[in-house]
């Protein structure tokens, strides 16, 4: 039988049904996505190398004797570390692995055992160690051990690396030998313009480097590495290109120029406009003025005031006879904007609304009746907007804060059977390169500047044994008259080790500050509860509000001039800005205090100097993406980020723009995909669409 890409990986020489069957666990079901299971890296066993001759950063391989493995609690956490101490005649060096890869994996281990290391060396407090590499025990049947370069592949149960290295070597032989069997969906045109091999050269070289292959392999800049990642983005910017141009082509209101009304609210405010709010507001106008919808992206530092940009929109809106509906990710913040906009927009005859998720039946279906009427120009709400119940009049802009707790779906939710205008505003801003891959289907305008007069906030980190020196300023400046937040990490809603934290934190405040009201706001609360809490806190009544992160976003009480967030270690550092810009908000000046826990990582330390170093949230996300790479900086599934098997979106970005615009031009030669050459690629689009928008 002649074997190809889609070929059932059983039929594969070497796979019996108990190997298949670990390899479908591994998502692997045919020979071509076999091949797909590409190397997290490679070895160099050109220069194995002796544990004395080791330097920082390098990434190595060598050969060792384990000298003891064990496990070790870290700090008072109740998470494990475990470490595996190996030694040659030159000398000694740690393995630490802070997550298991799987389970037995440190069981497999003994001690004189000879084993294979291969990882990149770190260093840490003046040390040399390996963090999570690979290591293999040294077998008798592993002929491999020549020099060249050896594809690691990540760790799995039940599969050995020497027989994974066999397998891909028969479904090498079988496929990309016969040619025909690996399809090829690029276009000549593409492949020469853009410099890149056939996907079967690729995959080949890939799988098997080439002896005299160098560092560009262990870095993934080589040709074959090239080619894969290329493919990988293009999908995505195919796919945005396509979604956009579909969008453009779709009819929604053309508003009102010259409001008035827009005019009207920027005069009546207390303060000037920044000029990029004024740029910004612009750049949305025009927009809204064209029959087709807007997809616009808002970012802009916390604090920078988007909000009145979408208010200043929504009056454009009423203006020309539409409605709007603004959504907040939390019932705090939707309140919170509600009674900025019945205080702002409301005197100007703007009727605004509420509708959240916890009002009663009666409440519900009035306001509900209203809009449909419609009474009410601007509706502010949490997810409760577009549940199928609520039926608009005539609703023209749907304004989304927060973006990133949003996914595609909500979004396509709102269209409904019009199509109004969509604002999107987000204050964890992105580097533009990135905006442009998770947003290439939105147009974005950035708020670079702050109102005049906010005095920076002064951000240091200390160790959780400073507590009290903490604590004591803390009551210092509420003795002056302000209010603090505590905060607490809630990674999971339903963490309860976590949740204890926070209370017993309060419980113990309390008896700190027996003087003091002190309030509680979690995720688990009602949300009467929470409004409760939140409104004391506006007005005074609450000293310091312990809290975990619904806090997070947008909430603006500006008599708090301090924060201080414990076991700083545990959030992104977008997140720890995020969580910052919640004072500073006033006049006073603030204060934001990063408790590490004990035992943190030097990696910590680090990430708390740059909190403490800047408060320019570009720079800080510039950061975040570096160290936590795009998946985690924006939540796989709220990013609609695909995951790529090899590309990197750091790393990669040239790469990136090539696939740009390769895509964009692909689409305006043949913007249906319907010419021959391009039928295979549209074929591939469809699939990769699932990974894409699923
Ligand atoms: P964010 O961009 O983080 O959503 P907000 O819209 O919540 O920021 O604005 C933060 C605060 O700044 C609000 O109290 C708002 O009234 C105020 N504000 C907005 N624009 C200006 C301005 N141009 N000058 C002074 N204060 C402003
Ligand atoms: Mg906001």
């Known amino acids: 039988m002649d074997l190809t890409a889609d070929t059932h990986i059983q039929y594969l020489k070497g796979v019996g049904p108990k190997l298949g069957d670990v390899l479908r666990k591994r998502g692997v079901g045919t020979v071509g996505e076999l091949l797909e299971w590409f190397p997290r890296g490679y070895e160099d066993r050109r220069k194995a190398r002796s544990i004395a001759s080791l330097e920082a950063d390098q990434i190595v391989s060598i050969e060792a004797t384990i000298i003891n493995v064990r496990s070790v609690q870290m700090g008072r956490s109740h998470r494990k570390m475990y470490e ?12 630490k692995y802070f997550r298991v890869p799987y389970r037995g994996y440190f069981e497999r281990f003994s001690t004189h055992q000879k084993v294979r290391v291969a990882g990149k060396v770190t260093l840490y407090r003046s040390r040399l160690e390996f963090h999570h590499p690979d290591i293999q025990p040294i077998f008798e049947d592993d002929v491999t051990a020549e020099d060249k370069l050896i594809p690691i592949y990540t760790e799995t149960e039940g599969l050995s690396p020497f027989k994974l290295r066999k397998l891909m070597e028969v479904a090498i032989e079988e496929l990309v030998a016969k040619q025909k069997a690996i399809r090829e969906v690029f276009p000549q045109w593409i492949r020469e313009k853009y410099n890149l091999l056939t996907r079967a050269e690729a995959l080949k070289l890939i799988h098997q480097p080439p002896p005299q292959a160098g560092e560009e392999f262990l870095n993934f800049i080589s040709p074959a590495q090239r080619r894969i990642i290329f493919e990988e983005f293009f999908w995505l910017e195919l796919y945005m290109t396509i979604e956009k141009m579909g969008i453009k082509r779709e009819s929604a209101p053309a508003f009102l120029k010259g409001s008035a009304l827009a005019k009207k609210l920027e005069n009546s405010l207390p303060f000037q406009l920044t000029g990029a709010q004024k740029r910004v507001f612009e750049e949305i106008y025009q927009d809204l003025c064209i029959p087709h919808p807007m997809h616009r992206l808002v970012q802009g530092d916390v604090g920078s005031g988007k909000t009145l940009v979408a208010f200043m929109s929504a009056c454009v809106a009423k203006e020309s006879g539409y409605q709007t509906a603004l959504m907040a990710p939390t019932e705090i913040l939707a309140e919170q904007h509600f ?72 979004r396509n939710k709102l269209k409904k059977n019009i199509y109004p205008h969509f604002l999107v505003m987000t204050a964890t801003p992105i580097p533009r390169t990135l905006a442009m891959t998770v947003y290439g289907d939105l147009d974005i305008s950035t708020v670079d500047e702050l ?179 795009p998946g985690e900086f924006l939540g796989r599934r709220q990013s609609g980020l695909p995951g790529f098997k090899m590309a990197n979106l750091v790393r990669d970005i040239s790469i990136l723009k090539d696939a740009r615009s390769a895509a964009i031009e692909l689409v305006s030669i043949d913007p249906e995909l319907v010419k021959v050459e391009n039928s295979l690629m549209k074929a591939a689009l469809r699939e990769h669409q699932k990974s894409i928008v699923g």
């Open 451 to 629: 109102p005049p007069g906010r005095t920076p906030i002064v951000t240091r980190k200390t160790f959780a044994s400073k507590r009290d020196q903490v604590f004591s300023f803390m009551k210092e400046q509420i003795d002056k008259g302000r209010q603090a937040y505590v905060i607490y990490p809630l990674v999971e809603e339903s963490e309860k080790i976590d949740l204890k934290d926070a209370v017993s934190e309060f419980e113990s405040l309390k008896k700190r500050f027996p003087d003091l009201n002190i309030g509680l706001l979690h995720g688990k609360m009602k949300s009467d509860e929470k409004d409760a809490i939140m409104n004391e806190f506006r007005e005074n009544k609450i000293h310091v509000l312990v809290s975990t992160t619904v806090i997070e976003v947008g909430v603006d009480v500006p008599n708090a001039n301090i924060m201080i967030i414990e076991h700083a270690e545990r959030f992104g550092l977008s997140q720890l800005h995020q969580l910052r810009g919640r004072v500073g908000r006033g006049e006073f000046k603030s204060y934001c205090v990063l408790v590490l826990g004990y035992a943190v990582s030097e990696d910590s330390i680090h990430r708390a100097d740059v909190i403490e170093s800047t408060n320019d949230g570009f720079k800080i996300a510039e950061a975040d993406l570096e160290i936590r790479g």
């Open 84 to 95: 595996v101490i190996i030694g040659d005649t030159t000398g000694k060096i740690a393995c």
């Open 339 to 410: 009674k900025n906009a019945e205080k702002f927009l409301a005197p100007l005859g703007v009727r605004v609304g509420l509708l959240i998720g916890h009002l009663k039946a009666k409440e519900h279906r009035e306001i509900c009746e209203q809009l449909a009427n419609p009474e009410i120009d601007l509706v502010i709400g949490t997810h409760a907007l577009i549940e199928d119940t609520v039926e608009f009049k005539n609703l023209g802009l749907v304004v989304i804060d927060e973006q990133h707790r949003f996914g595609v779906e909500q």
